[in-house]
C-alpha cells in the first residue's frame, strides 16, 4: 500500500516527466462508446476530456491515450438520479445539473488514489476510480462536496488521500446550510 505522499509524489513525477514533451493540437474525440473496466497498468495522473456525464459523481472520458473511462469520481456520492429501480432522490437533480456544468465537453485530469478500489482501482461495477481535476485545477469532489451537492464519501476500506479535506468541506457546507444540507423541501422526508 503506498502512503499519501508517495501518491502525490509519483503523480507529481509523471506529470513534471510529460512536461518536457512537444505540444500538439489534439484531434477531435470521437463519439463515446461503451466503456470496458478499466485493467492493466493505471497512470496515476492522465489528460482526457468529458464525453458524457451520467450523474452527479459518474462520467465518462477519454483519455489522452484513447481509453474510454467509465468513472465513478472517488470521494463525493450525489443523491441518485438514474439508478435502475430507485427513485430520484432529493437534490439529485441538482448535483447532476451542476456535474453539467463544470464538466460537460471540458479537458479534465483523472487522477488515481491507490487506496481505493480492487487491485485495478475499480468499483464493483468496474467504473474506474478516480479522482477528477477540473480546467480550473480544483477537484471535482471537493467542488461537489462544498457546495452540498454530495456528501463526503469512501468505497470502503482505508479512506481516500483527500478524506480530511473532504470531510472539512462537508462541515463546511452543513454549517453554511448549503444544497444537501439546506432545509429540506416538501416531499423530501425521509429521502436525503
Known amino acids: 500500500m503506498r502512503t499519501p505522499l508517495q501518491v502525490t509524489a509519483l503523480a507529481a513525477l509523471i506529470t513534471l516527466a510529460g512536461c518536457s514533451a512537444p505540444t500538439s493540437v489534439a484531434a477531435p474525440i470521437a463519439a463515446p462508446r461503451a466503456a470496458a473496466p478499466v485493467t492493466g497498468p ?42 435502475p429501480g ?40 468496474g467504473r474506474a476510480l478516480r479522482y477528477i481535476t477540473l480546467p480550473t485545477g480544483e477537484d471535482l469532489s471537493r467542488h461537489l462536496v462544498a457546495g452540498g451537492f454530495a456528501r463526503a464519501y469512501k468505497v470502503s476500506g482505508a479512506p481516500p488521500v483527500q478524506w480530511q479535506n473532504l470531510l472539512a468541506d462537508q462541515r463546511a457546507a452543513q454549517a453554511a446550510k448549503r444544497g444537501l444540507w439546506a432545509p429540506r423541501p416538501a416531499g423530501c422526508e425521509g429521502n436525503r
Open 42 to 83: 493505471v497512470p496515476a495522473s492522465i489528460a482526457g476530456k468529458v464525453t458524457r456525464v451520467i450523474d452527479g459523481d459518474t462520467v465518462h472520458v477519454r483519455t489522452a491515450d484513447g481509453r474510454d473511462l467509465d468513472i465513478r469520481v472517488i470521494g463525493a456520492n450525489t443523491p441518485e438520479t438514474v439508478a
Open 86 to 125: 430507485k427513485p430520484v432522490e432529493c437534490f439529485g437533480p441538482q448535483a447532476s445539473a451542476e456535474a453539467h456544468r463544470v464538466l460537460d465537453g471540458q479537458p479534465v485530469t483523472v487522477v488515481a488514489d491507490y487506496t481505493q478500489g480492487n487491485p485495478d482501482h475499480n468499483d464493483r461495477y
